[in-house]
């Protein structure tokens, strides 16, 4: 079972998911430095999607330092520094954008926040 869950209708393009997708796997510390990716053509597979998608993605986690490509080993989870609330950005951007279009105040998305979180979730 992949650790990805694409979404064909979010309008974020799916090499985007996927980048973010890695981002918050490797700061939440399920990738570990130096877990090796699946390769292109597997990855592409599992998902069924295009390869050229993945080879986007991989080739946006090598840019930004996430991954590095390894001769014979293709791409490793790089010993990075990621904040885990840096990579839930794209999705709080989209949150306040869809805010601002309902003129929504900032309390408003943090009631709307509050009533999503769920109570055993609360210290983790």
């Known amino acids: ?22 981002c918050q796997l490797v700061a939440s510390g399920e990738l570990p430095p130096g877990e090796h990716l699946p390769s292109i053509r597997a990855m592409a597979a599992d998902l069924g999607i295009n390869s050229m998608t993945v080879s986007k993605a991989y080739s946006q986690l090598e840019r930004d ?11 490793v989870v790089e010993e990075t520094r990621i904040a885990p609330a ?16 309902l003129r929504l105040t900032r309390q ?10 769920k109570p055993d979730q609360e210290g983790n």
Do not use: K
């Not at 330092?65 to 791409?75: E, N, P, S, T, Y």
């Not at 408003?108 to 979180?117: K, M, Q, R, S, Y």
């Open 1 to 22: 079972m992949s650790m990805y869950s694409l979404n064909a209708v979010s309008g974020t393009p799916i090499y985007r998911q996927i980048v973010d997708q890695t």
């Open 86 to 101: 840096e990579t839930i950005r794209p999705q709080a951007l989209a949150l306040v954008e869809a805010a601002r279009r």
């Open 65 to 75: 330092g996430i991954v590095a490509r390894r001769d014979g080993l293709g791409m």
């Open 108 to 117: 408003d998305i943090g009631n709307a926040i509050d009533l999503a979180w």
